[in-house]
């Protein structure tokens, strides 16, 4: 919702975010979803899609390294890397300071997104849509993965939330979990983001959480502030290994220079140990094992959209 010159983000009909827009770069819509490209006051370009901001030059680089480099850190030699989402680009330019990944393939539903990415996005993405490892497909992920029999060390969901009528409802299902489970490399890892974990608001962190912990042998839930959505926002990483082996201080300062990614400017060992430090009661809720009424123990995500 805009009015005069503010962007105004609803959350849950009890409470919301306003933003001053200064200047509108591109202000559009594609067969998915409503796109707006714009200056905002305090955080500089910024993207939001269907009215949620998404993504600003203030703090892209605190979302996009939280969200990338521990998945690629807990692999031991990552390579081959698959992408769901990640229309502005930024995702393609962390994976790609990793000097082990020889081959990025990147699937994304909306080609209007992309292509507005690469003209009025360029920070993010940083010419990497044009890398020689990088293949770009416009098209379902779900469908992409199902037809393939590729395997990838990584598996990256960067998506927008999964609200009962949007286009990435069907990738936060444990249906979807086990399609990626069944395309990752023995010691694959998949990483997400798993919505706000603030408290109050958390039960759809935790349903990701306890659904990982179901499809996954290993699963982690963790966390950081993100100053444009003005919340504490949650990510999830599961594998078919131990997650933790490699996040040892040492191992992750260490893994971090071997592979060149010395230009970071938010996440390293501390950091990471701030954000798997969860509080107590988001630690509480993803260990409580017990059965729902239809006797599943894989929570149900309810997402719905605000009023405007």
Known sequence: MRSHNWVIEFR?????????????????????????????????????????????????????????????????????????????????????????????????????????????LKDWHQGTFDDKRVELINGDALAYLAASEEHFDCIIMDLTDPFEDGISQSLFTSEFFHLVKSHLTEDGVLAMQS????????????????????????????????PFYGLPWGF???????????????????????????????YDAETHQHMFALPKYLRADLSNQEMDATGSNSPKLAVTRPFS
């Open 12 to 120: 849950h009909n009890n409470r919301a975010n306003m933003y001053r827009v200064l200047q509108t770069v591109v202000s559009t819509s594609s067969k998915y979803q409503e796109i707006l490209i714009a200056e905002v006051q305090g955080f500089g370009r910024a993207l939001f899609l269907d009215g949620i901001p998404q993504s600003s030059a203030l703090d892209k680089d605190i979302y996009h390294e939280v969200l990338i480099h521990p998945a690629l850190v807990a692999h031991k030699h990552p390579k081959r890397v698959f992408v769901a989402g990640g229309g502005e680009g930024a995702v393609l330019h962390e994976i790609l300071k990793h000097n082990t990944v020889e081959r990025v393939v990147m699937v994304d539903i909306d080609d209007v997104v992309t292509d507005l990415a690469k003209i009025h």
């Open 195 to 226: 919505e706000t974990s603030v408290y109050g608001d958390h039960s759809n962190y935790v349903a990701i959480g306890k659904t990982l912990q179901n499809c996954f042998p290993s699963a982690l839930s963790y966390q950081a502030f993100m």
């Open 236 to 266: 999830a990483i599961a594998g078919k290994q131990d997650l933790r082996a490699r996040f040892r201080p040492q191992t992750l300062t260490q893994t971090l220079i071997d592979r060149g990614c010395t230009d970071l400017k938010f």
